[in-house]
């Protein structure tokens, strides 16, 4: 019977072994292809909207809340990745097992975007309106690419997912109580 510590040490082996081919898979395959090229100039479109089109005097409080969806939706994205429900390919950067195009730029930005815009709308039928686009036509519309794939998930699990992200969202943003340091 192995012990506790050569199980490990054989787990960690192969998880570098499979490491070292997604590597050799993305240098070969992935990196500058049209897809590659298509997350990268996702990336600086959105960095370019957000600055030129951010709520200027509300900036921090706008990372703060982008900040909040990119680190939630990523855990979920990597604990969604892990349990070999859904698979990304063509990723920007090998070391990681999420797309972060979706998950850092395009969630985060446009969900602060669709809150500072007509604020005084309901948030729930903005979360609504914000989860149905994403769900229905954003993952979709990733799929169709290439990039995303559903392997044991529907695209209404990802509905109800994404409304309590955007209303856990809306709630940070509308704080309006810090306590000063």
């Given amino acids: ?5 050569s199980i490990y040490d054989t787990y960690f082996e192969k998880q570098k072994e499979l490491n070292d081919e997604k590597l050799h898979i993305w240098l070969d395959y992935i990196l500058f292809s049209w897809r590659w ?22 900036t921090d409080r706008l990372l703060y809340t982008g900040l909040f969806v990119a680190i939630f ?8 990745d892990f349990l070999g429900l859904w698979d ?13 195009p979706w998950d850092l730029f395009l969630l985060p930005i446009s969900m602060v975007f669709f809150i ?10 903005k ?9 229905f036509i954003g993952l979709p519309l990733l799929n169709w690419i290439g990039i ?8 209404i699990y990802s509905f109800p997912i994404l409304i ?18």
């Avoid at 979360?127 to 769900?135: E, N, T």
């Fill in 1 to 5: 019977m192995k012990d506790k510590e």
């Fill in 37 to 58: 090229w298509l997350g990268v100039a996702l990336i600086l479109l959105l960095i370019g909207l957000w600055i030129k089109f951010r709520k200027k005097e509300s």
């Fill in 73 to 80: 939706s990523s855990f979920l994205d990597m604990i969604g």
């Fill in 88 to 100: 990304y390919r063509y990723e920007v950067f090998p070391l990681t097992s999420n797309y972060l």
């Fill in 116 to 125: 500072q815009v007509k604020p005084k709308i309901n948030p729930v039928i």
């Fill in 127 to 135: 979360a609504l309106i914000y989860s149905a686009v994403a769900a």
């Fill in 148 to 155: 995303y794939k559903p392997l044991h998930w529907r695209y």
């Fill in 164 to 181: 309590v992200i955007y209303l856990t969202a809306s709630y940070i943003a509308s704080r309006r109580k810090f306590e000063k340091l």
